[in-house]
């Protein structure tokens, strides 16, 4: 079955930038879609299809899958982004990541 | 507005049954998707499946095939996950999600989540 890896923990800056990464065996030719999770909340969709953002995700949220690597990137980072982020593939069923807890210093 | 409302917490002993349903409200139910995820407590998002409620066609992750029943009724905008002998290790946040017109689609809404102990 398919396998995507995320690192456990990324640590940021206020203001500054993260990038969560997704590795799959070439991920590039694949859909890869984001979500966040806080604490006690279901997740929330931030990214489908590589790098379009659903309406009410502001535009420091952005993406990029090329390769054997998908990001997900938060740009001017604050405090409230402080989650669990998953990533998603379909590779004949569904799959997701690990995840990676982003902790906002 | 989309919403998927879940039934409640379920606390049941081991070997007994469960179902748990979904509710979904302000779009076409039948069009479009609907999964199902896992999350034991304080580890990841697990895919479980998913059943596109126009036709009832279900597809099953490896990993939960024979352990869990995907099903829905369109009439009222509903879907149900079911298990027939619950085991300890079923003890999770199960949480539904609607998809899109495709099975491999991303999930843009999901529930409040259902969570579900099992024990003795």
Same mark, same amino acid.
């Given at each position: 079955s398919y396998v995507l890896t995320q690192p456990p923990s990324v640590s940021v800056a206020p203001g500054q930038t993260a990038r969560i990464t997704c590795g799959g065996?070439? /991920?590039?030719s694949k859909n890869v879609h984001w979500y966040q999770q806080k604490p006690g909340q279901a997740p929330v969709l931030v /990214?489908?299809?590589d790098n379009d953002r659903p309406s009410g /995700?502001? @535009?420091?949220f952005s993406g990029s899958n090329s390769g054997n690597t998908a990001t997900l990137i938060l740009s001017r980072? @604050?405090?409230?982004?402080e989650a669990d982020y998953y990533c998603q593939v379909w590779d004949s069923g569904s799959v997701f990541g690990g995840g990676t807890k982003l902790t906002v210093l | 507005e989309v919403q998927l409302v879940q039934s409640g917490a379920e606390l049941k002993a081991p070997g007994e049954s469960l179902k748990i349903s979904c509710q979904g409200s302000g779009?076409?139910? !039948?069009?479009y998707w609907i999964g199902w995820v896992r999350q034991v407590p304080g580890e990841g998002l697990e895919w479980m499946g998913v059943i596109?409620?126009?036709? !009832?066609d279900t597809t099953y992750s490896p990993s939960f095939q024979g352990q869990v029943t995907i099903s829905a009724d369109k009439s009222i905008s509903t879907a149900y996950l079911q298990w027939s002998s619950l085991k300890a290790s079923d003890t999770a946040m199960y949480y539904c999600a609607k998809g899109g017109a495709v099975a491999g689609d991303y999930f843009d809404f999901w529930g409040q989540g259902t969570l579900v102990t099992v024990s003795s």
């Amino acid at each position: 079955s398919y396998v995507l890896t995320q690192p456990p923990s990324v640590s940021v800056a206020p203001g500054q930038t993260a990038r969560i990464t997704c590795g799959g065996n070439n /991920i590039g030719s694949k859909n890869v879609h984001w979500y966040q999770q806080k604490p006690g909340q279901a997740p929330v969709l931030v /990214i489908y299809y590589d790098n379009d953002r659903p309406s009410g /995700i502001p @535009e420091r949220f952005s993406g990029s899958n090329s390769g054997n690597t998908a990001t997900l990137i938060l740009s001017r980072v @604050e405090a409230g982004d402080e989650a669990d982020y998953y990533c998603q593939v379909w590779d004949s069923g569904s799959v997701f990541g690990g995840g990676t807890k982003l902790t906002v210093l | 507005e989309v919403q998927l409302v879940q039934s409640g917490a379920e606390l049941k002993a081991p070997g007994e049954s469960l179902k748990i349903s979904c509710q979904g409200s302000g779009y076409t139910f !039948s069009d479009y998707w609907i999964g199902w995820v896992r999350q034991v407590p304080g580890e990841g998002l697990e895919w479980m499946g998913v059943i596109y409620p126009g036709d !009832s066609d279900t597809t099953y992750s490896p990993s939960f095939q024979g352990q869990v029943t995907i099903s829905a009724d369109k009439s009222i905008s509903t879907a149900y996950l079911q298990w027939s002998s619950l085991k300890a290790s079923d003890t999770a946040m199960y949480y539904c999600a609607k998809g899109g017109a495709v099975a491999g689609d991303y999930f843009d809404f999901w529930g409040q989540g259902t969570l579900v102990t099992v024990s003795s």
